[in-house]
């Protein structure tokens, strides 16, 4: 059974920057899709990033393209998401997700994603 756990949220000044990490415990498929989701409260769980962990098909929201990088290391299990120039809006719950399927891989497909981790909070100060 794969689980996920998500650390390295916290609290930073607008500009700052975080490392978030997902620990993944079971098994994934070496191909799979891994992605990083976030929700606000109030409002709906947006995709934040998605790739493929074998390197294929990365892709970002708009509103982070260019200041959060999604990657996987093989060696640990594990996948981050840096975040640099980070604004207020970009606080909230961040969670990641992984689908084994080889399909499409999105942060805009969630619906995809078969297994969730639990979520680190984020929040970012003006």
């Known amino acids: 059974r794969v689980q996920l756990s998500e650390s390295g949220g916290g609290s930073v000044q607008a500009g700052g920057s975080l490392t978030l990490s997902c620990e993944v415990s079971?098994?994934?498929?070496?191909?799979?899709?891994m992605g990083w989701f976030r929700q606000a409260p109030g409002k709906k769980r947006e995709g934040v990033a998605a790739?493929?962990?074998?390197?294929?098909?990365?892709y970002y929201d708009d509103s982070v393209q260019g200041r959060f990088t999604i990657y996987h290391d093989n060696a640990q299990n594990t996948l981050y998401l840096q975040m640099n120039k980070l604004q207020p809006d970009d606080s909230g719950e961040y969670f990641c997700?992984?689908?084994?399927?080889?399909?499409?891989?999105?942060?805009?497909?969630?619906?995809?994603?078969?297994?969730w981790g639990q979520g680190t909070q984020v929040t970012v100060s003006s």
């Open positions: 079971g098994y994934i498929p070496s191909d799979a899709c």
């Open positions: 790739f493929f962990i074998d390197g294929g098909g990365t």
């Open positions: 997700a992984t689908d084994p399927k080889r399909g499409i891989c999105s942060p805009y497909y969630d619906f995809e994603f078969e297994t």
